[in-house]
């Protein structure tokens, strides 16, 4: 197993100029390994959406890079960027961004044909509980049957990195942990890494790998040696 499957490398990332200029990341380091369940944990402003951002090839850090794989996104142009972000990555956000003309299994179907590998939908449908309603439109399901069918998008990819901004920001408390038992799911049966943006300080608790932001740097990083499951989280 590579142990830095995914590197962040002295990134540095600030937005405006002169007086107005932020300093968003300040030299951020650390490694995530395959398979991992790594959360990345802070307050607002801490950088966490912003790392996902440049992690996702979105945006691009003024010093510094990542690599995944040994690949640094800097050295690729705007076609293979948009490949890569196309085959190794699969996002799940606060806000589901579901097609609301296309059915649930429409709207899965739409990640499958955005891979080279993708899972077998059928597949994905019953792990994620929607194979009672997979010829359902986004505007007849629940929040938490669309951020499922959002989820479902994501991992049908057979994405290498499942990278989730407050994917339960938007959800009740019962709702939020059906969701990450779901990403807990996808993680250990389909093996992709999971990287996840929170605030929530009880999800450190069911991850692999911690990572605590503040004020753009890297605050503490450890390693979950007593990992608990997602429906046995409480806040």
């Not at 691009?60 to 995944?68: A, L, Q, R």
């Amino acid at each position: 197993m590579n142990n830095e499957f995914l590197e962040i490398k002295d990134l540095k990332k600030s937005f405006g100029t002169g007086e107005a200029r932020q300093d968003v990341l300040r030299g951020m380091n650390f490694t995530v390994k395959k398979g991992e369940f790594c959360v990345l944990l802070g307050p607002s402003g801490s950088g966490k959406s912003t790392l996902l951002n440049i992690i996702g090839g979105i945006d691009t850090p003024d010093e510094g890079f990542v690599s995944i794989n040994g690949d640094k996104l800097e050295e690729m142009n705007e076609k293979e960027l948009t490949m890569y972000r196309r085959k190794h990555l699969g996002y799940v956000f606060q806000m589901y961004n579901l097609i609301p003309n296309l059915n649930v299994k429409e709207n899965i179907e739409v990640g499958a044909y955005l891979s080279d590998n993708p899972l077998d939908v059928e597949e994905v449908l019953t792990t994620l509980g929607l194979q009672n309603h997979k010829y359902k439109y986004p505007n007849q399901l629940s929040g938490g049957q669309q951020q499922r069918v959002s989820i479902g998008r994501a991992v049908v990819k057979n994405p290498d990195i499942l990278m989730c901004d407050e994917p339960t920001g938007a959800l009740d408390y019962k709702t939020s942990k059906e969701i990450l038992a779901l990403i807990e799911d996808c993680n250990s049966k389909f093996g992709s890494t999971v990287i996840m943006v929170t605030h929530n300080e009880a999800i450190r608790n069911m991850a692999d790998h911690v990572i605590k932001l503040r004020d753009g740097v890297v605050r503490h990083n450890d390693i979950n040696t007593n990992k608990i499951s997602a429906m046995d989280l409480e806040w």
